[in-house]
């Protein structure tokens, strides 16, 4: 028997960057995203009525909805959706006061999104007992895929569930088996907000997936990573391209855990600037104002720099040796004054 909910109860889940791994989590590879100290904090309080009421710190109104309610293209619908699933588990019960407060940035690609579900259903569980971590990643995955409507894959519900600061996530996206890895100390990861707008909702998030599980079923693979190189060559030129991304991504991921385990960073930042000329090249999901970043970050000394995210502007991220890491940050800033660090 599921005992009942305290009156308060709360939960807090940090952000993530993807330091490489980009774009396959739906398409069966690995990826490797790391927790930021950056958080979403919520708490929630029995209200006895048939409404739950939503108010944030970073938002100026508070939303009012009926327990039931759909979706409503709102940021709120993260709170909703896992309000709406933690009810139909027992967890709670009623209308529910619910707080929210991030310093994970909106839009910026470390998911503020998986963060804020993830903290509703972490909230509503808190008061039981062995509540596995991938099972709210994967409920959280649901919530946005069937109740909010983003086609996302698994990556960000598991990095935001499961991830810590200072420990980088290896995770196999078909099964989410999955290995904590620490940052070795000499490593600096510099995540920095580019000041380049984005958004997953004006289609080009969904085009690309759609090109991708495409490129699958025409090489007859469940996922696109189980693909040979050779084959998806032979693809029409786009889902080529496409493709050609997926699969050499995938081994880069599988590459990277090697070198990350060794603390060779060197080799790990390499894979990275071949993420991000994937990305630029294959996937098209990078910008020419983000790329003049991303070169110049890596001509003033990082050892590897991408875009991270779903792309389109955002954030980059970048790995340079720790001790020179200060003073990389201030030639780059004053190269592109726009930019600023988050992580």
Request: aromatic share 4%; hydrophobic share 45%.
């Amino acid at each position: 028997m599921i005992p009942p909910a305290p009156p308060t109860q709360r939960a807090t889940t940090p952000g993530r960057v993807n330091l490489i791994g980009e774009w396959i989590d739906f398409n069966g590879g690995t990826v490797l995203p790391m927790a930021l100290s950056q958080s979403v904090s919520l708490e929630m309080r029995a209200n006895q009525q048939n409404q739950d009421r939503v108010r944030s710190a970073q938002f100026p109104d508070q939303v009012d909805f009926d327990t039931r309610a759909p979706a409503a293209g709102h940021w709120s619908d993260y709170v909703r959706g896992g309000l709406q699933h933690a009810r139909a588990a027992g967890w709670i019960t009623g209308g529910q006061d619910v707080t929210v407060e991030s310093t994970v940035p909106v839009g910026a690609g470390l998911s503020s999104s998986a963060a804020t579900v993830v903290a509703a259903l972490k909230a509503a569980s808190a008061h039981l007992a062995n509540i596995d971590p991938v099972e709210i990643a994967r409920a959280a995955k649901r919530i946005e895929n069937d109740f909010i409507g983003v086609p996302c894959g698994i990556m960000d519900q598991m990095a935001v569930a499961i991830g810590t600061t200072g420990t980088v996530l290896a995770l196999d996206t078909r099964d989410c088996t999955h290995e904590v890895i620490p940052v070795p100390g000499d490593w600096a990861i510099a995540v920095v907000h580019s000041g380049i707008g984005r958004a997953l909702a004006d289609g080009r998030y969904k085009a690309r997936r759609e090109e991708c599980l495409a490129a699958a079923e025409a090489l007859n693979v469940p996922y696109l990573c189980d693909a040979g190189l050779a084959a998806a060559e032979a693809l029409p030129p786009l889902l080529a391209k496409r493709a050609r991304h997926v699969i050499t991504e995938g081994q880069r991921s599988l590459q990277a855990i090697i070198a990350l385990r060794s603390g060779d960073r060197p080799a790990f930042g390499q894979l990275m600037n071949a993420s991000h000329a994937s990305l630029r090249d294959d996937l098209e999901v990078s910008v020419p104002e983000m790329d003049e970043m991303v070169r110049d970050a890596g001509e003033l000394g990082a050892d590897g720099a991408r875009i991270t995210g779903a792309g389109f502007g955002g954030c980059f991220v970048c790995l340079i040796e720790a001790r020179q890491a200060a003073d990389w940050w201030t030639s780059l800033q004053a190269r592109h004054p726009g930019i600023r660090r988050i992580a």
